[in-house]
């Protein structure tokens, strides 16, 4: 009896020990691809990451979901661009865009909008207290904020709702590259955020503003770097999941029956995307969020 409980004891240590290796290598692999001359996306456990290379430095766009990954990315960008970071942006408030903050300098410039700063004291606060506080966004805004480093030209922007009610898109001017966060998703099905203001209907109307900027090569928040058709192709995406909304508001489905009647063809591809055990984004997940805004809606309008 003994035996058998020393080698189940033994087993289970075993297990934990390749499980924590499993995460710990998950959490420092990083991939970098090569958009443009000066251009870079980081990816990996987590949203993508954009850097960008100047004369003076570094700008960086999120920095993933652990301490541990920004202190690796940052590495990554500095030996990248032959110089120091300078500016973080955050393009909204979600952990696997933020919480590797903490591997940058307190008092290191870091843009946010408004709202993506009062989520993170909110929906985050937590995490954010104490001497984490010291790398929250300091350089908030509500409508675009320009930065000018090194002969290049960063500009973040607020078009309105989709993900959340905060989400910024960075527009590296010169290279043409654009570094659009969650408000795209490509070849996965989105998180709608309808607790912190995300909105499917207004996705949509964003969407038609960030296509009005100029750029050739889009950094989706999760996913493969994209063009102007595949941020195009996640919009008629969107166009279709709210017409499943639209439907089950006006005929008085209930959820289960959406889930069953929903037609959807725009995601034909899409993958899911998620943590086992913990949360999973899928089809079932994306026509809930839709059927909860849309009949929310027909309701304050009867």
């Given at each position: 009896?003994?035996?058998?409980?020393?080698?189940?004891?033994?087993?289970?240590?075993?297990?934990?020990?390749?499980?924590?290796?499993?995460?710990?290598?998950?959490?420092?692999?990083?991939?970098?691809?090569?958009?443009?001359?000066?251009?870079?996306?980081?990816?990996?456990?987590?949203?993508?990451?954009?850097?960008?290379?100047?004369?003076?430095?570094?700008?960086?766009?999120?920095?993933?979901?652990?301490?541990?990954?920004?202190?690796?990315?940052?590495?990554?960008?500095?030996?990248?661009?032959?110089?120091?970071?300078?500016?973080?942006?955050?393009?909204?408030?979600?952990?696997?865009?933020?919480?590797?903050?903490?591997?940058?300098?307190?008092?290191?410039?870091?843009?946010?909008?408004?709202?993506?700063?009062?989520?993170?004291?909110?929906?985050?606060?937590?995490?954010?207290?104490?001497?984490?506080?010291?790398?929250?966004?300091?350089?908030?805004?509500?409508?675009?904020?320009?930065?000018?480093?090194?002969?290049?030209?960063?500009?973040?922007?607020?078009?309105?709702?989709?993900?959340?009610?905060?989400?910024?898109?960075?527009?590296?001017?010169?290279?043409?590259?654009?570094?659009?966060?969650?408000?795209?998703?490509?070849?996965?099905?989105?998180?709608?955020?309808?607790?912190?203001?995300?909105?499917?209907?207004?996705?949509?109307?964003?969407?038609?503003?960030?296509?009005?900027?100029?750029?050739?090569?889009?950094?989706?928040?999760?996913?493969?770097?994209?063009?102007?058709?595949?941020?195009?192709?996640?919009?008629?995406?969107?166009?279709?999941?709210?017409?499943?909304?639209?439907?089950?508001?006006?005929?008085?489905?209930?959820?289960?029956?959406?889930?069953?009647?929903?037609?959807?063809?725009?995601?034909?591809?899409?993958?899911?995307?998620?943590?086992?055990?913990?949360?999973?984004?899928?089809?079932?997940?994306?026509?809930?969020?839709?059927?909860?805004?849309?009949?929310?809606?027909?309701?304050?309008?009867q």
């Amino acid at each position: 009896m003994r035996r058998t409980l020393g080698w189940g004891f033994i087993v289970v240590l075993v297990s934990a020990s390749v499980g924590a290796i499993w995460i710990y290598q998950q959490i420092t692999a990083l991939r970098t691809e090569r958009v443009t001359d000066d251009v870079y996306v980081i990816s990996g456990l987590g949203g993508n990451v954009g850097v960008l290379r100047s004369d003076q430095g570094a700008v960086v766009v999120d920095t993933m979901t652990f301490r541990l990954q920004g202190e690796a990315l940052r590495e990554r960008a500095e030996a990248l661009v032959g110089g120091p970071v300078q500016y973080v942006l955050n393009t909204h408030y979600h952990l696997d865009h933020t919480h590797g903050n903490l591997a940058f300098a307190a008092g290191l410039p870091v843009i946010a909008t408004e709202r993506t700063r009062e989520l993170m004291l909110s929906h985050d606060a937590k995490y954010w207290s104490g001497t984490n506080g010291a790398h929250l966004p300091n350089e908030t805004f509500r409508e675009s904020h320009e930065v000018q480093i090194g002969g290049k030209t960063v500009r973040a922007l607020f078009l309105g709702p989709g993900h959340t009610g905060g989400d910024l898109v960075v527009l590296f001017v010169e290279d043409r590259v654009l570094h659009a966060g969650d408000l795209l998703f490509r070849l996965y099905y989105p998180y709608i955020d309808l607790a912190a203001g995300g909105t499917v209907r207004g996705w949509i109307d964003t969407l038609d503003r960030v296509l009005e900027l100029e750029f050739d090569r889009v950094i989706p928040g999760h996913g493969p770097v994209t063009d102007r058709e595949g941020l195009l192709q996640f919009q008629r995406f969107l166009r279709e999941l709210w017409q499943v909304g639209e439907r089950a508001a006006a005929e008085g489905w209930s959820l289960e029956e959406t889930l069953s009647r929903a037609e959807l063809h725009e995601d034909e591809g899409y993958r899911e995307l998620g943590i086992p055990v913990i949360f999973r984004l899928d089809r079932d997940f994306v026509v809930q969020k839709v059927w909860e805004e849309a009949t929310a809606e027909g309701g304050r309008l009867q």
